[in-house]
């Protein structure tokens, strides 16, 4: 029935499906349960779906869920692990060194951030000035000798024989590292409403969008829900 | 009655004493609501702590617990907000240009990490020898180059114009973050059972630790069942 | 500071302060660990703390939590119970022969419940009439039976010599039961939106409304943010 | 491939099987994701699923769950629902007026229980006395005559147009209600841990065993280190 296996995401990234529980149906169930009856059919049940999305009457959205393998830089992994419901497991470079790969942000996402942005009005403030193409090359570089050097350092240090556990402390945040994460559609849709709004930034975006889309495939009724609620 | 303000820790890291609530008397209380019963003095309530204690009766003890303000390297954060049932703000540089301030291991504590470990055994099979004093200089080395390399490139990108949610991918794992962290009790007593195990990284140990230092203040009969644990 | 010692509830229940920990002040100081900043005074932060409670930043509101005692009837816990962030330990008929209390709505309550009730119309349908004083005491008739035969049954059984697990069967989920239980500001947030709204039983809301002046006295700021959002 | 639909519980309940999601093998996989490894086969990763369970590395054990449909006295609902990881929606008396099924606990039981039981001196102290097969059947008539006398007064309190929530007041916690409840493998130990233990009541027992055949089933590599750890 899925038919989304993995969905590519920035440079070097993806969302990968693993597998899923629950249905729209089992949501209607489980809700169904404080009055002994069943799934009535969606002519019916649609009101019910739209009246426990609207009302938060959240926990018979617990009763489905989803499970990915995602791969991702490590400043997006601090913000996704914020959701507490979740269960993860993810790479850890005490006990492998990390692959030398990190993200880095095209020339038009480095422009359009900087010259649309309202929240760093700090930073322009140093400048005065507008984000060009030649300045974004530069912060390309810049980005791209950091990789370099602290690659370059990290290896170094293992080389040496320093621990894995020491070695690891020049890698940036910009590393792409690694999780399986596990969690019921409740924690999904709250990670979306968070993530995918305007206010996130954009790399995570990406990744609750990525989620979307799984949510849309699978649960494509309380999906309907959450997509409305977004164009309001 | 608390007399510890704040614990330094490592080089430029702390532990700061916020608040705590409970004590080892309501953990009694909240175990007697089960037979209405009140607190009866230690010589007949040091027997039930215990056995709630060696039983894994875990509830009473969320009747306590401890908030704290933390300055550690991102690497510990990582591990640190594992534990889920937390609470904590953090410092973010989405928000502010973090300062320039990293974790840099001893000379000492590159060398015993190196020499004693025994999860190390890939790095140590690089060089087939023994960690030396100049080869630990020759790590601590590397380490400064790169936390300089990494600030001004981070530096660098924030004077382009580049927004502060990306001129933060060159930071590394070492640099110092700072967070407010609420638990209670059960949450602390799991938490250092994990960290102040000899298999914890050394650096998260160290904070672990000042954590007890806080339990043994603050629930002096709880750290004692603990701390029983722990030499066994 | 907190004057507050015990609230009666219903005929024989009580809400009673046991202690709280955090303030309106920490929550902002939790809140502006994101840009290393510490409270600035009222003047400025009220206006981060409307920020924070309308935009659902609801982490920082973590920072802070009541310990209350509570005597209730036993269908009350249940619904209490569902909030599951709390933490309690709960008087048990397994360890004790719990009490002979119950509770009995005044023949107000039952009026007007059942003249008022849009949730009751299977019932009303039964009669198709009015409930009337004389009603309304036959009810209390009825619910005083069955706790007077519950009790003699209850006491029966533990005479007989059946362990208490099992003499309890007979208890009804009017009778009084007492816990001990603790949440951060947060949870009782939530519970006071769902347990204070109108759509809840009235019963409830008595206790939910007890935790307000709780909140209301200790956390004065954040509670004139949750009653702003009452009256809309 | 899972072939237990229902098993029947006491005199009217059941547990049913509804769906489950995760693999022994998806435990495995999870767990090497902080090497950056696969599952390798049973041959070697038998003993890595050992070492986890062992040692309590719980987190994998969350990548797996089973969803299950319960229907069971209100005295076996307010225990199970103390674990607080887990999702449940359970019938609701304030919505519809719920079936007259009680539990009768058989002569042998009765007897066994009263006979054997340490924890209930005091009732056993009121008679000093054995349990005797006759006093067993006087206690089942006890236990009728509350049921039947409750349930006259709640059916009355309906007729007389009294509201469901206020009606429900002299239904007993050996009434029948039913829940949905869906929880992650971990949670399923640990309330197996505690609820299949010999000193958990009895009633408990037959679920927590009940859902423990479900484990042997689905997971059954996980199943043989928890039966492991029952025997020791």
Known sequence: MKTIAEIKLLDHGYLRFIESWGSDERIIEAARMSTDKGFQGWDTDMRLLSYLYDHKHS?????????????????????????????????????IPIPDEHYLPTIERIMEGANTSTTNKQAQGVTGTQMTWSKAVDAQNAMLGAYYTTQRAYAGLLALGVTKELARLPITVARYSKMRASANLRNRLAFMTLRSDPSAQWEIRQYSDAIGQLVKELFPRTWSKFAEGQTK
């Open 59 to 95: 926990t018979p959205f617990e009763m489905a869920g989803i499970v990915v393998e995602v791969k991702a830089p490590l400043f997006i992994f601090s913000e996704w692990q914020r959701h507490r419901t979740q269960s993860y497991n993810e790479m850890s470079a005490r006990y």
